[in-house]
């Protein structure tokens, strides 16, 4: 039991998460540098060869870092950048669509299914366990988006696992392709979203690799249950009333947990979008628009590389997000208000309005759930009108 402390100690150890960045090339400023104002951000020393970064960060975080650090590998840093926008939302609203509208919406219904459950039990269990993220010095905080949530265990590391292992698990055998090419894939996925988020400094090792246990438990749970749940919400006559409930009632255990941070809304509107997604499938089987394979049509061959159907793809994934993202503009334009209105809150500052339960709730779970119920089918009915189908 004691070698199991020292082994967890030191996984946790902020100091190996600080040897891991200055592995990568990623160091604190030299001391004249850290006199030099920076008002974009960014600064190049080609002499010295680092190039000088302020923290990226959240708009409603009241986080005041102004840790600044040199960047001796620019190209770590864009890598791992790309690593830790993989579980973030312009991810998401790119990808998820994209699957849906332009590969396989039955694969895209089930891995939102599985990617709900193992974010909202990640978000969860970080405000049960209200581990702080590693101390900072002697790690160097490269973004500040997240920083006033827990960390154990990584949210990141549970989607960058948990996305690419359900891709494998639901596309192989329905597709054909050949099964290491999946693996090799899910392989890279899941280590760049892992590294990423320590050399972010955002998370321990113990975080990261607690959060890639986590996700594979949870997939383990629930892969063999997302056919009969997304049958209940296709076939249910009475699925939107259940999904709706269940999913707001999650939400609103979820607030209870702690006080205000941003796990909290992502919560929110993680379950809003889950809730959008499965009511809108729900409509299209009703009104016969859900048009799946047969089983007797599989494993279904992926059609050859054409000009056309690329430039096709491309420009439904344009039309469509532009969609997304005009009712999500739209819905938060209505609902912010509202909600102060009906709870009696000032909304002269949007900002410090936003972070309380009775507003950022709703406002979130029903903008999000707007946004997953034009996903899945007042954009593919645009596409249907103008003959993108």
């Known amino acids: 039991m004691a070698a199991l402390r020292r082994l967890v100690a030191g996984l946790q150890d902020p100091r190996k998460v600080a040897a891991f960045q200055r592995l990568c090339g990623v160091e604190s400023l030299p001391g004249d540098a850290k006199q030099v104002e920076r008002p974009n951000g960014v600064r190049r020393s080609p002499d010295a060869g680092w190039e000088q970064r302020a923290p990226r960060r959240n708009s409603l975080s009241d986080e005041d870092l102004r840790q600044a650090f040199a960047i001796r590998r620019p190209a770590l840093y864009y890598l791992f950048s790309l690593g830790t926008e993989l579980g973030n939302e312009l991810f998401y609203i790119l990808f998820f669509p994209f699957c849906i509208w332009n590969w396989d919406a039955w694969l895209g219904r ?3 299914i599985l990617w709900v459950w193992v974010m909202y039990l990640g978000q969860c269990t970080k405000d049960m366990v209200r581990w ?8 160097l905080k490269l973004e500040v988006f997240y920083n006033s949530e827990y960390s154990m ?11 690419p292992l359900a891709l494998v698990l639901l596309s192989y055998g329905r ?20 590294f990423s988020r320590i050399y972010m400094g955002m998370h321990s090792i113990l975080d990261v690799i607690v959060g890639f246990l986590y996700a594979i438990l949870i997939l383990v749970v629930f892969h063999p249950a997302v056919d009969l749940i997304d049958n209940f919400n296709l076939t249910y006559k009475y699925a939107p009333l259940i999904i709706i409930s269940l999913h707001l009632a999650l939400g609103i255990f979820s607030f209870t947990l702690d006080t205000w941070s941003t796990s909290r809304g992502d919560t929110a509107q993680i379950l809003g979008c889950g809730a959008g997604v499965a009511c809108g499938s729900h409509v299209n089987y009703m009104l016969g628009l859900t048009v799946d394979p047969t089983p ?3 494993p279904l061959a992926f059609s050859p590389f054409t ?8 420009l439904r994934l344009l039309i469509g997000v532009v969609c997304l993202l005009l009712t999500k503009t739209a819905m938060k334009k209505v609902t912010i208000p509202l909600a102060c209105k009906l709870f009696c809150i000032p909304c002269d500052n949007i900002r410090q309005a936003r972070q309380r339960m009775e507003v950022e709730l709703p406002y979130r779970y029903i903008t999000y ?3 997953g119920f034009s996903l899945m089918f007042f954009v593919p009915c645009l596409f249907l009108l103008i003959g993108l189908s």
């Not at 050949?178 to 899941?190: D, E, K, R, S, T």
């Not at 000009?307 to 491309?314: D, N, Q, S």
């Open 110 to 112: 089930r891995l939102i």
């Open 132 to 139: 702080p993220r590693p101390a900072s010095p002697p790690v």
């Open 153 to 163: 265990p990584s949210t990141h590391a549970m989607s960058g696992t948990a996305i």
């Open 175 to 194: 597709w054909q392709y050949p099964l290491i090419y999946g693996l090799i894939f899910a392989v890279c996925w899941c280590s760049l979203v892992c």
């Open 296 to 298: 007797d049509a599989l």
């Open 307 to 314: 000009v056309t159907l690329f430039g096709k793809a491309i």
């Open 369 to 371: 759930g707007m946004v």
